[in-house]
């Protein structure tokens, strides 16, 4: 293994991928299967985003992070963060009266972080975490002792290959293989034995990741909640997303009458597709100054 650490504790080298569920993000042995139930591809069924954006006064924006605001990376810490896109967001969560979160699976000190002077409220985690007002991040209660054994096991499997990589989150931990994702195999079935020993956590595949989170936590809960509590009560859910763990949240934004957009390929609950995250700065943009 590789000894140049990322900064959530991990340590490979890394390289771009396709990241299209099926492409690493889909199932592999000893993983948790995709939602069978989600419509397959249908471009043609989906309807273009701008005909009808909804008013800021009445949508409350939940935006998600990787792949959607910001290009996917080889690792987690060379994420580029566009010029313009904190600017983008304050303005828009402006517009909106407040009604714009992030919701993201990282964690929240990553997101505050890589983009400073963002003003929004944020979910980090799959929701397990939770920036309200700046400074103050609310976190679920979980057996540290159960985690921090997942870990070490985490990092042993890590030292296996050069193309793995641990990223350590207060509440969970994700084993990454972006740089080698001829090891989804492995990682599954690793990841599996660990998860087994780990009462109160399950398996959440992502991206060429695999991640061991809090039982209880996912982005359709995350959004459900702050949809009871203003500025977000009352609106319409307006959820972009691009990966598996968007899509309760579409599916949330489906039956509350909202909008929801899967950004790039693959099988989605979504209504709307857009080609990548700079369609999606494109149009937020456009919805900020409208
Ligand atoms: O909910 P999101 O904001 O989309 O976060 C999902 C995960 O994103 C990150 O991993 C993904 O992006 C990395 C950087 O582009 C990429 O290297 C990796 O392969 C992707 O899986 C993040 O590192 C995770 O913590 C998030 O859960």
């Known amino acids: 293994m590789r000894t140049r650490p990322c900064r959530h504790g991990g340590t490979t080298p890394c390289a771009a991928r396709d990241d299209r569920p099926g492409a690493g993000g889909a199932p592999q042995a000893g993983m948790i299967p995709l939602d069978r139930t989600a419509p397959r591809l249908a471009i043609q069924r989906q309807r273009p985003i701008l005909s009808m954006p909804p008013h800021p006064a009445r949508a409350a924006y939940f935006l998600d992070f990787d792949g959607c605001l910001v290009a996917l990376a080889r690792q987690p810490d060379a994420v580029v963060v566009p010029v313009g896109l904190v600017a983008l967001l304050n303005r828009l969560h402006r517009r909106a009266g407040g009604a714009l979160a992030l919701v993201s699976g990282r964690a929240i000190a990553d997101l505050v972080g890589m983009l ?130 968007d899509e309760p949240a579409f599916a949330l934004a489906n039956r509350r009458g909202g909008v929801s957009v899967k950004v790039g390929s693959g099988r989605t609950a979504a209504r709307h597709r857009l080609a990548d995250p700079s369609r999606v700065r494109q149009v937020l943009s456009t919805w900020g100054r409208a």
């Open 116 to 245: 400073p002077g963002l003003v929004v409220p944020m979910i980090g985690s799959h929701g397990a975490e939770r920036l309200w007002r700046r400074g103050r991040v609310e976190r679920l209660d979980i057996d540290r002792t159960v985690l921090d054994r997942a870990i070490e096991r985490v990092t042993d499997v890590a030292r296996t290959a050069p193309g793995f990589l641990v990223e350590v989150k207060p509440v969970a931990v994700g084993l990454h293989y972006r740089a080698d994702p001829s090891l989804a195999e492995k990682a599954g079935h690793a990841m599996s034995g660990i998860a087994e020993d780990a009462p109160g956590f399950h398996l959440h595949p992502s991206k060429q990741l695999i991640e061991l989170r809090p039982d209880g936590v996912g982005k359709g809960q995350a959004v459900a909640a702050l949809l009871t509590e203003p500025p977000f009560r009352g609106r319409k859910p307006v959820v972009f997303g691009d990966d598996l763990t």
